[in-house]
């Protein structure tokens, strides 16, 4: 065998051993927990479009001194103005926001809906709010990056469900419908 | 053939030095201080939107892409190195968004391969080169052509002692 030959011999098994390890490796990628579904939520803090101080950790914090019944569950949904699904899921929201979820012996378990600004600009949110209606606190400004970034957010609309105790329960990718809120939330 | 030998040798002298200029300048470009729009720009095209296959954030217009461009600019003003910006990546989306191969375990192939191929290459050649020169000057005359180179060599030899016998006469 010539050295050349040699050489490509070599040449050849080093690239397929390189192709099958890139392969193989593929395989055991990190892969992340996307729908944090089980894990802690985290923190979103910021300001609102009407200027208010926005701090889910706070409201977290206040549950830990009330009976579980009067527990807040917290609804995180990030929306933006350029997206039809929230224009579609916005309808629902509105349900939720104001009639709350009434539980089997007819008691309203308080709850908590936050609107996250996803790439959108704050003046084109608060059209959004004036066409379509909805008071509730809504993050806006450039914290609203790091807190999409934070949820693995990919796109809008994406909704969160965190329970009381911090865990998320529920994310639902798309529109979310008021019945996918109320079934998961019991006090 | 000494001018030959030695224009050669000048060739390859000035390829190597080419070389290992373009070596030099290459290493000490990089590691020259970059602005942070640069840091943020090199960051951007070599971690992939997450909403699109394989394609850079720098080069798509998902809005998930953009909000990382803008992040990944915050994260740099903020102080954050490339390796911790590259990470928070990677914990949120998974490893594959990193289009930067690591620096360790199985990776490190990346970067090592291309100079074990191109050495391996490099060796075949000068291997084979070597080669081919030996057997060009290490050649043997066979029995019948030394024969006939003797017989020539003999008539040349008696034909040069007639003429000098004759131009005596």
């Not at chain 1, 979103?44 to 977290?60: F, H, K, P, T």
């Not at chain 1, 209606?133 to 809008?156: C, K, M, R, Y």
């Not at chain 2, 740099?76 to 949120?92: E, N, W």
Request: hydrophobic share 40%.
């Amino acid at each position: 065998m010539t050295p050349f030959k040699w050489a490509t011999a070599v040449i050849a098994a080093l690239s397929i051993a390189f192709i099958v390890i890139l392969a193989v490796q593929n395989q055991q990628q990190n892969t992340p927990n996307f729908d944090l579904v089980g894990e802690l939520s985290p923190d979103i803090e910021g300001e609102s479009a009407r200027g208010e101080a926005i701090d889910l950790d706070q409201i977290l914090q206040q549950n830990r001194s009330k009976v579980p019944a009067q527990q807040t569950w917290v609804a995180v949904n990030f929306f933006a103005s350029w997206c039809s699904g929230c224009i579609v899921e916005h309808g629902d929201l509105l349900q939720f926001h104001e009639e709350g979820v009434v539980n089997d012996d007819g008691v309203v378990c308080p709850t908590q809906l936050l609107g996250v600004a996803f790439n959108d600009e704050e003046a084109d949110v608060k059209d959004f709010f004036d066409r379509l209606g909805g008071d509730w606190p809504v993050v806006v400004g450039s914290e609203t990056n790091q807190i999409a970034l934070d949820f693995s957010v990919l796109t809008a609309p994406e909704t969160f469900l965190i329970a009381p105790s911090g865990l998320i329960v529920l994310k639902v990718i798309g529109p979310v419908t008021y019945q996918r809120l109320s079934e998961s939330i019991s006090c | 053939m000494l001018k030959a030998k030695l224009l050669r040798r000048f060739s390859w002298i000035l390829l190597t030095a080419t070389f290992i200029t373009a070596l030099i300048i290459g290493s000490v470009s990089r590691s020259g201080e970059q602005s942070s729009a640069d840091r943020a720009a090199g960051l951007a095209s070599s971690i992939a939107c997450p909403q699109c296959s394989g394609q850079p954030v720098s080069e798509s217009n998902a809005p998930i892409a953009q909000v990382i461009r803008a992040e990944i600019k915050n994260q740099v003003d903020s102080g954050l190195t490339d390796d911790q910006i590259r990470a928070f990546y990677r914990t949120k989306y998974g490893d594959w968004v990193d289009l930067n191969p690591g620096n360790d375990g199985i990776e490190i192939l990346v970067w090592v391969s291309p100079f074990l191929i191109a050495g391996v290459a490099i060796g075949g050649m000068i291997l084979a080169f070597s080669r081919r020169r030996d057997a060009d000057t290490d050649n043997e005359l066979s029995d019948e052509s030394r024969k006939r180179v003797q017989e020539l060599r003999t008539t040349y030899e008696s034909g040069e002692s007639h003429r000098g016998q004759n131009d005596r006469e």
